[in-house]
Nanobody, 118 residues
């Protein structure tokens, strides 16, 4: 059974930093694409960053401020968020995408709240 458990959210002042982590289990983590999404109140969920086996992708709004990384030994994916802005306030979700038996699978974590406010 697939499990994704996010941690590390909280309240931070503008300009501050947070590090989100997602612990994954129940699938072949090394072969997956792991992503962080976020959903602000009243807005649609959006991709923040993704990491595959050897590449990363970022939303324009977070480039240069956020860094996604993965640990294929610990089966974790992290999002280091620096220079946080009030507009980064959202519920952040971890997503796993992988293929089994030629079928694409997607799983989501429960989310962790990030609030950027003075």
């Amino acid at each position: 059974q697939v499990h994704l458990v996010e941690s590390g959210g909280g309240l931070v002042q503008p300009g501050g930093s947070l590090r989100l982590s997602c612990a994954a289990s129940g699938f072949a983590f090394r072969s997956s694409v792991m992503s962080w999404y976020r959903q602000a109140s009243g807005k649609e969920r959006e991709l923040v960053a993704a990491v595959g086996s050897s590449s990363t992708n970022y939303a324009d709004s977070v480039k240069g401020r956020f860094t996604i990384s993965r640990d294929n030994v610990k089966n974790t994916v992290s999002l280091q968020m620096n220079s946080l802005k009030p507009e980064d306030t959202a519920l952040y979700y971890c997503k796993a995408a992988f293929i089994t038996d030629w079928r694409r699978n997607e799983y989501w974590g429960q989310g962790t709240q990030v609030t950027v406010s003075s």
